[in-house]
């Protein structure tokens, strides 16, 4: 009997790093397969390579933090990509860049793998997508926190994190506008002119949320221990956007049923 922990059904573990899936997520699988079109096991293998490649992404941080003395509580699969949980995150600029680049460097492999097999090309260019969007600075994504990591050399943590958390508001001001009123032209695989994306919306409504409550969280640290870098039991969470974030998912459906035909 598969144990449910806050709304999160176990899958198993991976190197001892239980790994779960959110209710809501099984309850947009069911979704897609009623209005996609697509078949209820096309959207099962869409649904396992996307989140497949979202686990490994996480897994590839959660490794790498452990390497460095964090402690890896889960990975928590969403319909909006995924998060790993993690307390103890080495705070030294050169570990957290390292850490931070573990994930997308996964997924920069997966895309090189897949792509080089024709009928797991739709998940090579996932993969690929959810390199490029994870590297962008957008904190606390993974490119937004190198950002703050190399800030601190110069600026101190706190104040890194203010100027990286700010930097992420502007981009996820942009993805709010592009998702609700669309661009004109072809930005970040959205198709045809002023076509809206709610998902990307509401990703950099998410992402932005998360920034700025990682900020205030750091400024709390800072002013409880103006002197400390570091506090046990502190949880940050590693989000990754997942790389249907926009309008393609119909040429995956597509390239789904075409693979079906065969």
Known sequence: MKMIINNAVSIGSVFGIPIRLHISLLIVVALLSI?????LLAILILAVGIFGSVALHELGHSVVARAKGGYIHEIVLY???GAAKISNIPKRPIDEIMVALAGPAVSLV???VFQQIELLRFLGYL???LFFFNILPVFPMDGGRVLRAALTLKKGRTEATRIAATVGKYFCGLFVI???FGMPYRIMGLIGPFESNFMLAFIGFYIYRAGQMEYRMVMMEHQANPFSEHREGQIEVEVSPPPYANNESESISAKLRNLFRR
């Open 178 to 180: 592009v998702g609700l």
């Open 127 to 129: 993969n690929g997508m």
């Open 79 to 81: 319909p909006f990509g």
């Open 35 to 39: 209005f996609s079109g697509a078949g």
């Open 110 to 112: 997966l895309a090189l």
